[in-house]
């Protein structure tokens, strides 16, 4: 027969009911940590990519569509949650950088064409564009190159001129 204070037995010593402030079997109790707002780190993560990455248009895209999108969520759940660092801040700076990102990659897009524009000039994108009109893919290509070659030969002949 075992007794309860005998220290090779498993039995908890005490009369068998838990102790005040401890659950069943002596372990205290489950703490009520402070929720957390985990996605609103995601959020400003996924915004920061969007931005640095802003010269890529539809990853750009999609990223800072993420990024809105978390924010958001990461607004509404941080007006749940009862604390100081609740991440409303962290969420609201995600979309803004979101935000950011999707303006940024418009300008770009647009610088880049305009400077393509210069450099093609305003005929020869016209020929692109008839080139683009053509039947098959081998037709367009070499219509495309052709083109491309000339662009690329009348750039050789202004710069040995100058």
């Known amino acids: 027969m075992t007794t309860p204070n005998n220290p090779g037995n498993n039995v908890p010593s005490g009369d068998g009911y838990p ?3 401890a659950a069943y079997g002596g372990y205290p ?8 707002n985990a996605i609103a780190p995601w959020a400003l993560g996924v915004s920061i990519f969007a931005i640095v990455l ?3 248009p539809l990853l750009n895209w999609l ?16 007006g749940k949650i009862v ?7 962290m969420s609201i700076a ?32 016209q020929r692109i564009q008839e080139c683009n ?9 070499e219509c495309i190159e052709k083109i491309g070659n000339e662009i690329f030969e009348e750039e050789n002949a202004t710069t040995s001129t100058n």
């Open 19 to 21: 102790q005040q402030g």
């Open 83 to 89: 604390s100081a660092k609740n991440g409303k801040g």
């Open 29 to 36: 109790a489950a703490s009520s940590a402070p929720a957390k």
């Open 94 to 125: 995600a979309v803004v950088i979101s935000v950011v990102a999707i303006v940024a990659s418009i300008v770009l897009g647009m610088l880049v064409f305009k400077a393509a524009e210069e450099f093609v000039g305003e005929e020869n994108l």
């Open 63 to 78: 990223l800072a569509l993420a990024g809105i999108v978390l924010g958001v969520i990461g607004i509404v759940k941080a």
């Open 54 to 56: 802003c010269w890529v």
């Open 133 to 141: 009109a053509l039947p098959t893919a081998e037709e367009r290509d």
